[in-house]
């Protein structure tokens, strides 16, 4: 009999509903962006976030039900994101989840927000049986990590960012450059037209550790805008005319590209892996996409469908069905963790 998993996800600015199939198979899967709404902060407000979640979730489990053509009865377990993430977001989609939980009598599945970015992976249609261990490099908004994936649910941190997550730096580089929120994105499309090679911004390559720092480049970004216009302030003041906005951004873009599949290699090689995975909002870029799969030459890679890169409920019910199936069921006292680690 197939197993059918009620997934929600309200970590940051999306409020996200799914129903998926035995782990696999996507029936339903609503997403209620808030990116419009945020970009007038050039940024997530968390306050704002939460009272939106309040408001549209329940129309989005609703809507995710209904074009899943199911009820509660045929749902087996509600998953729901417990962490990490904006705690106030998240205390909404918890809370709610318990609610549904307690009141039709279904199993609880609390779901590490990072093991559902890993998990869309296995929405993919065409993804192979998996080997062990797997390089994981999860790149978003709000996290860089790279994990070692040594069996289904079991994982090694290996590292991740000290300071800006690969995507935070995006948007904020892209603020510099006055281009809209998101601003990764629209770097992407501007670096298309730039020349990656006009300026050797900095790696900061953090020898000895497999961790990620993105803070100097962003710095030296700035430093370069000052550079050519001294009395511009960035991210403040309207874009320059003659701001070399394509070049800046196919700069900024290699220098953080290079860094992250470098040490995603490195670590799979050290740790004999037998393939990567990349997944998260960041992994829906082209050039790192290519260029991952370049410098990793025969060792496959894996990312997840563009729709999937981003936050969605149906990679925290792809998620949850696998640890449905390994037994775990959460009493209704627990809590959200806005730091949890993988």
């Given amino acids: 009999m197939s197993t059918r998993i009620l997934g929600i996800e309200t970590s940051c600015d999306e409020t996200a509903a799914a129903v998926v199939e035995d782990g696999r198979q996507i029936l339903s899967n609503v997403v209620a962006s808030q990116v419009d709404l945020h ?53 909404v989609g918890l809370n709610v989840a318990k609610g549904l939980a307690l009141g039709r009598e279904l199993p609880l599945l609390g779901i590490n927000h990072l093991e559902g970015h890993i998990y869309s992976l296995w929405l993919t249609e065409d993804l192979p049986e998996i080997e062990f261990p797997v390089l994981t490099l999860v790149v978003s908004g709000g996290h860089t990590e790279l994990v070692l994936m040594t069996n289904r649910l079991t994982y090694e941190r290996l590292g991740g960012t000290i300071d800006d997550a690969a995507g935070e730096a995006f948007d904020k580089v892209g603020r510099l450059l006055g281009l809209p929120y998101p601003g990764g994105p629209h770097m992407e499309k501007a670096a298309a037209e730039g020349d990656p090679h006009s300026y050797n911004f900095p790696r900061a390559w953090l020898e000895g550790s497999w961790d990620f720092s993105f803070s100097g480049l962003k710095t030296a970004v700035l430093r370069e805008i000052k550079r050519q216009f001294p009395s511009h302030r960035a991210g403040i003041d309207e874009t320059p005319s003659g701001l070399p906005v394509p070049n800046l951004s196919a700069s900024f873009q290699q220098a953080a590209v290079e860094v992250l599949i470098e040490k995603a290699v ?77």
């Fill in 266 to 342: 490195q670590a799979a090689e050290q740790h004999e892996a037998k393939s990567v995975f990349i997944a998260g909002g960041v992994s829906a870029n082209t050039a790192l996409r290519n260029a991952l799969r370049k410098r990793a030459g025969e060792l496959p890679v894996f990312s997840p469908p563009l729709d999937l890169c981003t936050d969605n409920a149906a990679m925290i019910a792809s998620a949850g069905f696998y640890r449905f199936e390994s037994g775990q069921r959460d009493g209704m006292d627990i809590d959200a963790l806005p730091s949890w680690l993988l």
């Fill in 39 to 91: 970009a007038q902060y050039g940024g997530v407000f968390p306050e704002v976030a939460s009272r939106v979640h309040i408001e549209t979730i329940h129309p989005v489990i609703h809507e995710a039900l209904s074009k899943a053509h199911v009820s509660f009865d045929d749902l087996h377990a509600i998953a729901v994101t417990r962490g990490p993430g904006l705690v106030g977001s998240l205390l």
